[in-house]
């Protein structure tokens, strides 16, 4: 009943906050909970209780749609993105950590982090409608513009798995460094960087013969090589900046796309994990998950605005598309 | 080794995957419905058939895990059950997660594992298993018995990993290039402590030292510790009661420890004999560190960040109890074989041996960095938990101690002090 009154107050505010105005939203991992951000006022307008151990999340295309990781739940909350009430559950294996969904939404595929596998859910009947074992604690999930061709990391194995997204099948494990936490396609698709944890490197790999062209190192005056801790990947469609989040280095590294070469530190909150771009892309959002806050990235000046408090241990962040 | 309690589990790598039983520390509720779940996707997936990534197999490495029948001591404690199965299943999720990779690749792994009994010669069951040609070597053996090991002449030509003996002396005099010490070292562990109990200006020590060679071992590390980042051990006592505490404690503890002008008490009890009665009983309100109290650990069950959560429910599902320090010890080891194999695509004793000690191995080993041997004795370098009964407290080397190579290497003995020579 209770909670039935504070879903009812929380659509509320949400419907007359929610005019068109672009939000932002993070899960905490340990407070369980997403936090609401009106990205214009830079300023949490919202707190909603979701299921444990909240991480990875994404939206539908049309953005109607909230989709989030509940690791500890062994299960994918889909939520209304007005309202944050919870619409129905997805099936999704044992501990989802990352997901991403095809073009189409039709399709999401999810990295079970203890089970070794990549789960596939068909959105439409809400089942699993296959599984793919790949390497230990699967994590990174990256997936070309058409649709076609999947890419999963797994941490313990270190590999970059390439995955027939028609035929469910891998068709290719490229070797990279220590603990892949993300993969990300560039714009062209032409590419797929991969950022290694423990090995503090960027892989960036040619998806046709599925070698690696490139390894990007990081290195910052005054910060100890084992706390550079490459996670985050976010690629600016116009082909300039790719931005890679370091973890306990506490700063975002700015990367030309094409030289590979890296422009710039920004330094944000502690131990940034995760990135996530407003829709104009003119604005970069980081989660850093000590100094529980998300720090705001000015795109053009290349320099951080603002970093405002969330929750406890805030991880994954998603931007609507409107 | 005969027949009786002779343990060989061979692991045969057929590489088709056991499905594995997925449980996660949460409500009982909550692993019986898992368990549910996975056999339902089970039924689904054989329905489906399974489609499996599998390269052809080019290369197999055998492992070999030893561990000895010991005499129990006595244990002052009856919470904790005496385990005889310490490593087992470290290395048995190792080679589950070498294969994994392996099979991307075309490498197999294959395992033995041996226990020598109480009444078994080591040296001659070693020497037998080294005539079968086997090659690396996970061994759960104390100081003493690993001295042993090196006396036998063929030992040269095979790796060993040692994964139990926290002994300096493996680390320095008695060192050899073919052996690898995965546990820190009684002076790393030391050093750990007091770079935490330095942080916290707890700069007055009363040092009290079990009777068995380890604990003196250990307590000379503390003392050597205590030299480097300027503690005062205001106080020296070596515990020689031999009364069961359980009953005494309340009396003997404040006398033993009044008078003394302290910050901490800091004791070495390997064994468990006396120690944790020292908590709530001193004469003064003082805290307790050591082998008791706050304990330096290699792992520890209150471990959770850098995806340690990921192992313990794995290790948990896999064995019904909580990863031990020679758990993860094991673990480590095989991995390191495995990564070094996955990087240089050779099971070859020399090569794996040059990869290991060289500068391009890393390994994620869920403390938060890469951890590496050390080039010059073969000690993994890695951080140190400090941890409470229930709780995390601190992980070294804290922050403010730098090193030019690694700040890790501020823990223990550095090169320049090193008496390993190869």
Not at chain 1, 86 to 97: F, I, N, T, V
Request: charged share 30%; glycine share 6%; net charge neutral.
């Amino acid at each position: 009943m209770i909670k039935f009154f504070l879903t009812l107050v929380f659509s509320i505010t949400m419907s007359f906050s929610s005019t068109r105005a672009n939000l932002a939203y993070i899960t905490n991992e340990k407070d369980n909970t997403v936090s609401v951000i009106d990205i214009k006022k830079k300023k949490v307008i919202n707190t909603v209780k979701v299921g444990q151990r909240p991480r990875g999340i994404i939206m539908s295309k049309d953005g109607k749609l909230v989709l989030i990781c509940a690791s500890d739940d062994d299960r994918v909350e889909v939520r209304d993105a007005k309202t944050m009430k919870l619409k129905y559950h997805l099936p999704s294996g044992p501990d989802p950590e990352l997901f991403i969904l095809s073009p189409d939404d039709d399709t999401l595929y999810i990295a079970n982090e203890d089970d070794a596998m990549v789960t596939v859910v068909d959105m439409n009947d809400k089942m699993i409608i296959d599984d793919i074992p790949v390497g230990v604690e699967p994590e990174g999930m990256g997936l070309t513009n058409n649709g076609k061709l999947l890419v999963n990391t797994s941490e313990t194995t270190n590999m970059a798995h390439f995955i027939n997204a028609e035929t469910l099948e891998i068709v290719e494990n490229v070797l990279v460094d220590a603990r892949p936490r993300v993969a990300m396609f560039t714009p062209d698709d032409k590419e797929v960087w991969v950022s290694a944890e423990i090995g503090g490197t960027v892989k960036v790999i040619n998806p046709s013969s599925k070698e690696v062209t490139h390894t990007i190192g990081f290195e910052i005056p005054g910060v100890n090589e084992e706390s550079i801790q490459p996670v985050g990947v976010r690629h600016t469609n116009d082909g300039k900046y790719t931005f890679v989040a370091l973890g306990p280095a506490n700063r975002i590294a700015v990367i030309d796309q094409k030289t590979k070469k890296v422009i710039k530190y920004l330094l944000v909150g502690q131990r940034v994990w995760q990135l996530a771009f407003t829709p104009d892309q003119k604005t970069l959002l980081s989660t850093n998950g000590v100094s529980n806050d998300v720090s705001f990235i000015n795109v053009d000046k290349l320099k951080v605005e603002k970093s405002i408090k969330v929750g406890r241990f805030p991880w994954g962040v998603v931007i609507g598309p409107n | 080794m005969r027949a009786k309690f002779f343990l060989i589990i061979t692991i045969c790598i057929t590489f088709s995957f056991p499905f594995f039983v997925d449980v996660r520390e949460l409500s009982i509720q909550q692993l019986e419905e898992r368990k549910k779940a996975d056999e339902e996707r089970k039924k689904q997936r054989e329905k489906r058939g399974e489609k499996k990534f599998q390269k052809e197999i080019i290369l197999t490495t055998d492992i070999v895990f030893v561990s000895k029948e010991r005499e129990l001591p006595p244990v002052l404690s009856n919470l904790d059950p005496i385990l005889e199965d310490e490593g087992f299943y470290g290395v048995k999720l190792a080679i589950e997660d070498n294969l994994t990779t392996g099979r991307f690749l075309g490498h197999d792994y294959k395992v033995e594992f041996h226990r020598i009994l109480l009444e078994e010669n080591l040296e001659t069951e070693f020497g037998k298993l080294l005539q079968k040609g086997k090659k690396f070597f996970v061994v759960d053996l104390n100081e003493e018995e690993l001295l042993s090991l090196m006396k036998i002449p063929e030992i040269d030509d095979v790796i060993v990993f040692n994964i139990r003996a926290k002994n300096d002396s493996l680390r320095n005099e008695n060192c050899r290039k073919n052996f690898f010490h995965i546990p820190p070292s009684y002076s790393i562990l030391s050093d750990a402590l007091t770079q935490y109990l330095v942080k916290k200006k707890w700069k007055k020590w009363f040092l009290v030292t079990g009777p068995d060679k380890n604990d003196r071992i250990y307590s000379d590390a503390l003392k050597s510790s205590a030299k480097k980042f300027n503690i005062k051990i205001k106080e020296e006592k070596i515990w020689d009661f031999t009364a069961d505490l359980r009953r005494t404690a309340g009396k003997e503890v404040p006398i033993f420890t009044k008078g003394a002008n302290y910050d901490v008490l800091v004791v070495a009890d390997e064994d468990g004999e006396f120690g944790e009665y020292l908590a709530y009983r001193t004469w003064d309100p003082r805290p307790i560190a050591g082998t008791q109290g706050l304990k330096p650990n290699s792992w520890h069950r209150t471990h959770e960040q850098w995806g340690a959560t990921q192992m313990q429910n794995r290790f948990r599902r896999e064995s019904g109890r909580w990863m031990t320090e020679v758990d993860y010890h094991a673990w480590t080891a095989v991995r390191a074989i495995g990564e070094t194999i996955t990087r240089t695509q050779t099971n070859d004793v020399e090569e794996v041996q040059k990869y290991l000690l060289g500068e391009k191995f890393g390994l994620g080993a869920y403390k938060g960095v890469k951890v590496s041997f050390r080039p010059w004795n073969g000690q993994l370098r890695q951080p140190v938990l400090l941890a409470a009964p229930r709780s995390m407290v601190s992980v070294s080397p804290q922050e403010g101690y730098i090193h030019p190579v690694s700040e890790l290497d501020t823990l223990g003995k550095d090169q320049p002090e090193s008496t390993c020579k190869f």
